[in-house]
């Protein structure tokens, strides 16, 4: 498997403003407020220029998704940073670091294992496959042409695709469509891609990796046109500028 340097020697010159890349914890990225990330750039198109400024916040609400997304592309973290109860019983001299993990409950992690199952299991393309394979969760730091500082985390991303996963209620197309459409997704997958491009020099193509938490934990890939991707990069420049405007 390629590291970071292999990644980074084989970029081809690129003919954007290039990017760099780190390799560090979620808490360190979300700490570079000086760097406008999707969320931000979500925010200030939904809520306006005050929202420009409002600090990220973990209000829990998305603790399982945080813990799939850990168990999915990095199980040695996902085994580091939880405990698993009825499951996993640290020695008693661990008592200070089980307080430290997130605690899963067994019926929460069954959901959990369930829903990675099938994400690897999916019929219809060799997610495992890429999966194994891709570069994930790090940390993509660049200048643009007009100087604004951006930054991306993509979940996973190999020469060929960019992948981001989604917990959702309802994985089929019409359905997740209007969540992308809610939650602005697209302009995430543009912010993506504009990151991915910088640093490798080349253009792959993104999908969403949705999933049910609820058994039967249907999945579902769902991959941007390239129409798609036109109109999410519009929307992309429009945040850009609006974000840019507010910090100003």
């Given at each position: 498997?390629?590291?970071?340097?292999?990644?980074?020697r084989?970029?081809?010159?690129?003919?954007?403003?290039?990017?760099?890349?780190?390799?560090?914890?979620?808490?360190?990225?979300?700490?570079?407020a000086?760097?406008?990330?999707?969320?931000?750039?979500?925010?200030?198109?939904?809520?306006?220029?005050?929202?420009?400024?409002?600090?990220?916040?973990?209000?829990?609400?998305?603790?399982?998704?945080?813990?799939l997304?850990?168990?999915?592309f990095?199980p040695?973290?996902?085994?580091?940073?939880?405990l698993?109860?009825?499951?996993d019983?640290?020695?008693?001299?661990e008592?200070?670091?089980?307080?430290?993990r997130t605690?899963i409950?067994?019926?929460?992690?069954?959901?959990l294992?369930?829903?990675?199952?099938?994400?690897?299991?999916?019929?219809?393309a060799?997610?495992?496959?890429?999966?194994?394979?891709?570069?994930?969760?790090?940390?993509?730091?660049?200048?643009?042409?007009?100087?604004?500082?951006w930054?991306?985390?993509?979940?996973?991303?190999?020469?060929?695709?960019?992948?981001?996963?989604?917990?959702?209620g309802d994985?089929r197309p019409r359905?997740?469509?209007?969540?992308?459409?809610?939650?602005g997704?697209?302009?995430?997958?543009?912010h993506?891609?504009?990151?991915v491009?910088?640093?490798?020099?080349r253009t792959?193509?993104?999908?969403?990796?949705?999933?049910?938490?609820?058994?039967?934990?249907?999945?579902?890939?769902?991959?941007?046109a390239?129409a798609?991707?036109?109109?999410?990069e519009?929307?992309?420049?429009?945040?850009?500028?609006?974000?840019?405007?507010a910090?100003?």
């Amino acid at each position: 498997m390629r590291t970071i340097d292999d990644l980074v020697r084989e970029r081809p010159a690129p003919t954007l403003a290039p990017a760099q890349v780190r390799q560090e914890p979620l808490a360190a990225y979300l700490a570079r407020a000086e760097y406008g990330s999707s969320s931000a750039l979500r925010r200030v198109l939904r809520a306006g220029p005050a929202a420009a400024a409002a600090p990220f916040g973990d209000d829990g609400s998305q603790r399982l998704a945080q813990a799939l997304h850990a168990l999915v592309f990095e199980p040695a973290r996902f085994a580091a940073d939880h405990l698993v109860l009825d499951r996993d019983i640290p020695p008693a001299d661990e008592g200070a670091d089980a307080l430290e993990r997130t605690w899963i409950t067994g019926a929460e992690f069954a959901r959990l294992a369930g829903a990675r199952d099938a994400i690897r299991a999916y019929p219809r393309a060799p997610l495992a496959e890429w999966i194994d394979a891709g570069m994930k969760e790090l940390s993509i730091y660049w200048r643009d042409e007009a100087g604004r500082r951006w930054k991306a985390r993509p979940d996973c991303f190999t020469d060929a695709i960019v992948l981001e996963l989604k917990t959702t209620g309802d994985v089929r197309p019409r359905a997740f469509a209007r969540t992308r459409k809610r939650f602005g997704y697209d302009l995430q997958a543009a912010h993506y891609l504009d990151g991915v491009r910088r640093l490798t020099g080349r253009t792959p193509r993104f999908a969403f990796v949705a999933v049910e938490l609820q058994p039967p934990h249907y999945a579902w890939l769902h991959e941007l046109a390239p129409a798609e991707l036109a109109r999410a990069e519009a929307l992309l420049e429009l945040a850009r500028q609006r974000l840019a405007a507010a910090r100003a």
